[in-house]
């Protein structure tokens, strides 16, 4: 079964425009993840925020986890065309007791130059 | 540094012919290895794990199968395929609880 939820679905901007999407999740977590996907190819991993952690940055990412919410929202600032892809979210529940990644159902974002 | 290989890239297969993917791992040892499956535009089903050699987790019943024959090396299978096996098939590698690596997806369709 999903445990994550993304919205949007899709998302259209212009290229320098900011991009957010929300993941949504069910239980208790370890840590929560961010992959990027190309059309047709494997998943990318961006970033990791652990569930001690609200805040984290990598370059033009910014990844809020907010766990009383079970929420979590990845931020791409100064988006480029390069950008388009599908992002998913991805959880380790903390009950699994295992290394068991369940994914989001993903945002296919698309940056317009 | 550690590589991930999955083939073949793309498979047509009919209905009820056997399946067999492959998956293995380069530059490290003892990793938790993932299949998972996408349908077209959707988001990754978890289909098995596994965390060494001959210890597999299936999460959901179906005509698939999965074997650890060797540390690195994970096949994805079944005897005889459904149309609804159709799809992409990701193979993915961690250590401990770091990020998952993918390969590059098998594109399975099932005529």
């Known amino acids: 079964s999903q445990q994550g939820e993304e919205d949007p679905q899709a998302l259209s901007i212009q290229e320098g425009e900011n991009a957010t999407m929300n993941c949504s999740y069910k239980t208790s977590i370890n840590n929560l993840q961010w992959y990027r996907q190309n059309s047709g190819r494997g998943l990318v991993h961006l970033i990791l925020i652990r569930s001690n952690e609200r805040e984290k940055h990598s370059g033009r990412l910014r990844v809020t986890l907010d766990t009383s919410k079970k929420s979590s929202s990845l931020l791409i600032t100064a988006s480029r065309a390069a950008d388009t892809a599908s992002y998913f979210c991805a959880t380790d529940p903390s009950t699994s007791g295992t290394y068991k990644y369940i994914f989001g159902t993903g945002t296919r974002l698309k940056v317009l130059a | ?111």
């Open chain 2, 1 to 111: 540094s550690q590589t991930i290989h999955q083939w073949p890239a793309t498979l047509v297969q009919p209905v009820g012919s056997p399946l067999s993917l492959e998956c293995t791992v380069e530059g490290t040892s003892n990793p938790n290895l993932y299949w998972y499956r996408q349908a077209a535009g959707r988001g990754l089903q978890l289909l098995f794990y596994s965390v060494g050699i001959g210890q597999i987790s299936s999460e959901v019943p179906q005509n698939l199968s999965a074997s650890r024959p060797q540390d690195r090396q994970f096949i994805l299978s079944s005897k005889k395929l459904l149309l609804s096996d159709s799809g992409f098939y990701l193979c993915a590698w961690s250590i401990n609880n770091s990020p998952l690596h993918f390969g590059n997806g098998t594109r399975l369709t099932v005529t």
